[in-house]
């Protein structure tokens, strides 16, 4: 299911003897554009303090709260960390390491060795199959890279260039609740395109230049405009997802991703 980050955030999270809190930010990596961190805010029950959640501990969202497979005293002893400040690779290996979580850098898919969070590990590929060396070749990019940590806070408002001009910012972002992963950043058209939303894969990224808070598209302003139109009061489903990228002439993600 497809979700709007900013109805996420807000959401009560229920560990399994009470609530711990409520979601504050979303930290994606931007390597592969998946949620890696829900930020919650532990509000009167530990004043002052945030904790970072693994999509890997959450059993199910609802309307009003997300659930977690954890309980209170695991998250009031977790490995603390600065409110706002940059997470880094030596913190997430801590946070794995108490929660006892496999790190979602070491393996080819978009959670190491799970395809999803809550699945069991996809078996190894045996010798000979077509796929080795390109999931091996996945395999050194994760562990080799440090890619950062983002906040969807921040990045909410960037500037989206399309080749020949500028089409808008990011309003919000489409989070696809079962693999955590970014599917769609929501662009505000008003300046270009008044009164109108945009989605965009970020698969049809170029480049980010986050020092000057600008993301480019490998698309044109005419093909933007033609696309499927996006309404944020009708749920976004997957005949709309086809026609959005048979307009675009991508390759649908459900149709190659974990294979």
Do not use: C
């Not at 945009?198 to 020092?211: G, H, R």
């Not at 480019?216 to 309404?231: G, M, S, T």
């Amino acid at each position: 299911m497809l979700r709007a980050a900013g109805e996420l955030k807000g959401l009560s999270i229920a560990a399994t003897d009470g609530d711990i809190g409520s979601v504050k930010d979303l930290y994606f990596d931007d390597l592969t554009w998946t949620v890696r961190y829900l930020v919650v805010d532990t509000g009167a029950w530990l004043p002052g303090r945030q904790v970072l959640v693994s999509p890997l501990s959450v059993r199910g969202t609802a309307t009003d709260e997300v659930v977690v497979d954890l309980t209170r005293a695991q998250v009031e002893g977790s490995p603390p960390i600065e409110a706002d400040k940059p997470v880094d690779r030596q913190q997430e290996e801590a946070l794995s390491r108490y929660y006892r979580h496999r790190y979602y850098w070491e393996g080819p898919y978009r959670w190491g060795l799970l395809a999803y969070p809550g699945m069991p590990p996809v078996p190894a590929p045996v010798a000979g199959d077509p796929v080795v060396a390109e999931m091996a070749a996945r395999t050194r990019e994760r562990v080799e890279s440090d890619p950062s940590l983002r906040s969807a806070r921040d990045v909410t408002g960037y500037y989206i260039a399309a080749q020949d001009g500028d089409i808008g910012h990011v309003n919000d972002f489409l989070v696809d609740d079962r693999a955590w992963a970014i599917r769609y950043l929501v662009v505000d058209t008003r300046n270009w395109w008044p009164g109108r939303k945009v989605v965009l894969s970020p698969e049809w990224i170029k480049t980010v230049s986050w020092a000057d808070s600008r993301v480019y598209v490998d698309l044109r302003r005419d093909q933007i405009k033609a696309a499927p139109e996006y309404d944020a009061g009708v749920p976004f489903e997957r005949a709309h997802e086809n026609r959005l990228f048979e307009h675009h002439g991508r390759r649908k993600y459900w149709e190659w991703e974990d294979r």
